[in-house]
């Protein structure tokens, strides 16, 4: 029975966002981007068990796929994944009806990353398959 479906977000690290964008608009034409360059939405929320997190970001909502290009500001969990991975994709999420629970359950360890409202309930988490399948899968907590 298949638990997953299209790919609907990918999540790629990258260096410099400029540079990225340079080439997703110069040579892929895609030009409607929304940016942040400071997460406020996350300064309060539990990031592996410590307050906030920052980085920039441009997200591309595009009719198949989301595409978000994240550039690591500070010391964090993406910078880290830089440092030991270069740019690249960092998470994949899937079209499913599976539940975060679930989905955590099924990679048999704790999430890679995960957020949460201060009162400690999961917002989004990326399930550990780096070793077995080469992906983080992002899921919301839907359940």
Partial sequence: MKKIGAVIHLGIVVPSLEKALTVYRDKFGITDWEMADKMDFFSDKLVNGEIGIDFRNAIHRGEDVEIELIEPTVDSIFKTW???????IHHVKFAT????????????KAPYLEIAWPDKKAIVGYADFLEDAGVL???????
């Fill in 97 to 108: 009806e599976m539940g975060y629970s679930e989905l955590m359950e099924i990679s048999g």
């Fill in 137 to 143: 899968i992002e899921l919301s907590n839907n359940d």
């Fill in 82 to 88: 830089l440092e030991e991975h270069g740019p690249g």
